[in-house]
C-alpha cells in the first residue's frame, strides 16, 4: 500500500516536472541533458553489481536471524562501495570528458554548460552510490513505509527546484544539474541518518572477512553482465541516438523512458516488496513457497502492467499532446515500442530474484546478460547500415524475448522447476487475458476519432475487459476463493465466481 501510494505521488509528479523541464530548457539543452548525464550513467553498473550483491545478502541474514554477521555484512559493503565511488570518479571524469569533447554532437556555444553537467551529474551519482546500502536495508527490513516517505521527499525537492529554474535567470541548464547534485546530497544524508537511528547493524563496524569479501566480489563479478547489459539498453542506446540522429531524437528517447518508468514502477513495487520474503524464505529452505510467490509475481505484475499498458499504447499519441503540447513522430513511435519492451522486460524479473536469492548467478549472468549485450552492437551496425531509429526499441524487444526463455532454462539450475507449471500457472492466463482484450480496443481505435470521447472509452473498456477476463480465465480456483472471501459482503460480486 506505501509503494503503491509512493508510485502515484512520484509519478505525477515527474510526469509534470519533465513537461515544466522541457518547456525551460529547450528540446536540444533538454537533449544534452540527458545524453551527457548518461555518460555517467554508463558507469552505474559497478554500483549496482554490489547493490543487488547487498539486497540479497542483507535479506539472507535477516532471513537467518544472524544480526551479528548482517552488520558485518553491511562493513563490508559500505567500504566496498566507497572504492566503487572513487573508480566511478576517475573513470568517468577521465573517459567522459574525452567522449563529451571528441564523439557528441553539442552545438559550440553549449559545450562549457555541458561540461557542467557531467560534473555535477557525476557528483550526483556518486552520493546516490553512498546512501544505496541504507535503502538496501531500509528494502531489506520491508519498511515501505519510510522508503516510500523518502521517496516522496525527493520528488518534492524536485518539484521545489522546477520552480527556482523557472525563476532563476542563471544558465538553466547549468542550474538544474547543480540542483539535482544538492538533492542527492539531502537525500544521502536523510537515508544515514534514518538507519543510523533504526538499525543497530548500520552502525558501521569494519571486520576484515577475507571469506566474506570474497563472497561479495564473486557475486557482484558475475551480475555485472546483468547490470552493464541494462545500463548498455538505457544509456548506451541513448548516446547512439545522439551521434546518429542528435539532441532531438535524444529528447523523443527521454519522453519513452519517462512513459516507460511510469509503466514499470507499477511492477517495480511488487518486485521490491516481494525480493526480501523470497531471500527469506530460499534462506530457509522453503522452496515450495519460493515458486508460489515466483508465479504469483509474475503473473500478477503482467496482469496490471497490462491493464494500464494497452491504454496508453492506443492514445499514446493523445496523451502526449495533452502532456507536451508539441509532439513529433519520434516520441509517439518510441514511446509505443518503449511500452512493450517494458512489460517483455517486468516478467523476466522475478526470474532474476529467484536466481539471486539462490546465489546462483554465475551460469545465469554468463549466459543471459552475455546475450542480451547484443543489443547495443547490433543497433550500431543496423545504424551504419542507414536503419531508422525506431529499429533499435524493434532489436531490443527480439532480443529480450529470446532472452526470457533461456533465463527459464537456467532457473532450472536455481531450484526445482518445471516448465508444464510455468505455462499452466502464467503463459496461459497471461495469453487468455491480453489475446481476448486486445482486439475490442483495437476496433475502437481504428473507427474512433482521436477525442477525449475515444480516450475516455478505450480507458473504461479496457479496464472493464481485463478485470472480467481475469476473474473468468486468469485467476486459479484458490485466487478466485479468496478474493470472493474478500469481496463477499458486496452485492452482485459473487455471481462474478
Not at 554477521?69 to 563490508?76: A, D, E
Not at 531471500?279 to 530457509?284: G, L, Q, R
Request: proline share 2%; net charge positive.
Amino acid at each position: 500500500m506505501y509503494l503503491y501510494i509512493r508510485m502515484f505521488f512520484v509519478m505525477l509528479v515527474s510526469l509534470y516536472t519533465v513537461r515544466v523541464v522541457i518547456k525551460t530548457l529547450g528540446v536540444v539543452d533538454y537533449g544534452i541533458f540527458t545524453a551527457v548525464g548518461g555518460i555517467v550513467l554508463m558507469m552505474s553498473f559497478l554500483s549496482q553489481t554490489i547493490t543487488f550483491a547487498a539486497q540479497r545478502y542483507f535479506s539472507f541474514e535477516l532471513g537467518q536471524n544472524n544480526m551479528q554477521r548482517l552488520q558485518g555484512v553491511f562493513g563490508m559493503v559500505l567500504v566496498i562501495y566507497v572504492i566503487t565511488a572513487i573508480v566511478i570518479a576517475i573513470i568517468a571524469e577521465i573517459v567522459g570528458v574525452w567522449f563529451l569533447e571528441n564523439k557528441m554532437i553539442i552545438p559550440d556555444e553549449r559545450l562549457d554548460a555541458a561540461h557542467w553537467v557531467l560534473h555535477f551529474s557525476l557528483l550526483s551519482f556518486i552520493f546516490h552510490i553512498l546512501y544505496t546500502p541504507y535503502n538496501a536495508m531500509i528494502i531489506a527490513h520491508e519498511n515501505m513505509k519510510a522508503y516510500a516517505y523518502i521517496s516522496i521527499i525527493e520528488v518534492l525537492l524536485k518539484l521545489g527546484i522546477v520552480y527556482l529554474l523557472v525563476l532563476s535567470n542563471i544558465d538553466k541548464l547549468t542550474l538544474y544539474s547543480f540542483l539535482l547534485l544538492c538533492i542527492s546530497i539531502v537525500i544521502a544524508l536523510i537515508y544515514i541518518i534514518y538507519c543510523y537511528w533504526y538499525y543497530h547493524e548500520t552502525h558501521f563496524v569494519f571486520k576484515p572477512n577475507r571469506k566474506l569479501f570474497s563472497e561479495l566480489v564473486s557475486y557482484s563479478s558475475w551480475t555485472m553482465f546483468g547490470t552493464l547489459a541494462g545500463v548498455a539498453n538505457q544509456q548506451g542506446v541513448g548516446i547512439l541516438l545522439n551521434v546518429f540522429f542528435g539532441p532531438v531524437a535524444n529528447a523523443s528517447q527521454s519522453v519513452a523512458n519517462q512513459v516507460g518508468h511510469a509503466l514499470q514502477m507499477f511492477a517495480s513495487n511488487i518486485y521490491t516488496a516481494v525480493r526480501p520474503p523470497i531471500t527469506k524464505k530460499y534462506a530457509t529452505g522453503d522452496y515450495k513457497e519460493v515458486l508460489n510467490l515466483f508465479y504469483i509475481s509474475s503473473k500478477y505484475s503482467f496482469f496490471l502492467l497490462y491493464i494500464i499498458m494497452v491504454p496508453l499504447f492506443f492514445e499514446i499519441h493523445f496523451i502526449l499532446q495533452i502532456w507536451l503540447g508539441q509532439v513529433t513522430s519520434y516520441m509517439v513511435d518510441f514511446s509505443r515500442l518503449m511500452l512493450i519492451y517494458v512489460i517483455i522486460l517486468s516478467i523476466s524479473n522475478p526470474i532474476s530474484i529467484v536466481v539471486q536469492a539462490a546465489g546462483n548467478v554465475k551460469r545465469y549472468h554468463g549466459i543471459v546478460d552475455s546475450f542480451t549485450l547484443l543489443t547495443l552492437f547490433v543497433a550500431y551496425f543496423f545504424f551504419l547500415a542507414k536503419a531508422p531509429a525506431q529499429s533499435v526499441f524493434y532489436i531490443m524487444i527480439i532480443v529480450f524475448i529470446i532472452a526470457h526463455f533461456i533465463r527459464l532454462i537456467v532457473l532450472k539450475y536455481s531450484i526445482e522447476f518445471f516448465f508444464r507449471d510455468y505455462l499452466k500457472r502464467f503463459i496461459i492466463p497471461c495469453c487468455f487475458v491480453s489475446t481476448l482484450s486486445f482486439f475490442p480496443l483495437y476496433f475502437i481505435h481504428l473507427y474512433m476519432v482521436e477525442s477525449w470521447q475515444r480516450f475516455i472509452t478505450t480507458v473504461v473498456l479496457s479496464i472493464f475487459l481485463v478485470l472480467v477476463l481475469i476473474i473468468i480465465g486468469g485467476m486459479s480456483i484458490n485466487e478466485k476463493k479468496v478474493l470472493r472471501g474478500k469481496l463477499s459482503n458486496i452485492k452482485y460480486v459473487k455471481s462474478l465466481f
